[in-house]
């Protein structure tokens, strides 16, 4: 009984934790979102996931989303399509 216990509250906190404190990676996100994290951060917070038009996109989760991001998708807006403004924490194109 105590370890059914402990279990459930185990999970219970890192549920908390994930929901508080953003993602990890994809698989912490619903389809459609994505984790966009920080140059050199081990985490970030989800963001829809859209095209170069800012029509929604509904991909899996990518394996590769759970290692830290080591650069930036843009660094001013130009860098990004008509309709969208590079981020400056986050260095990724968001829509306006």
Same mark, same amino acid.
């Given at each position: ?11 219970? $906190?890192?549920? $908390? ?14 389809? #459609? ?5 920080a140059? $050199?951060?081990?985490? #970030? ?8 038009? #800012? ?20 660094? $001013?807006?130009?860098d ?14 968001v829509?306006?």
């Amino acid at each position: 009984m105590f370890k059914r216990f402990f279990l459930v509250s185990v999970f219970l $906190f890192l549920v $908390f934790v994930i929901h508080c404190y953003g993602c990890v990676s994809d698989f912490d996100c619903g389809i #459609g979102y994505k984790c966009v994290k920080a140059p $050199f951060n081990t985490s #970030g917070t989800c963001m829809k996931s859209v095209d170069k038009f #800012g029509i929604p996109t509904y991909n899996l989760p990518d394996p590769d989303s759970i290692l830290p991001k080591t650069s930036g998708d843009c660094d $001013f807006d130009i860098d990004c399509p008509i309709g969208f403004y590079c981020d400056r924490y986050y260095k990724v194109c968001v829509k306006r």
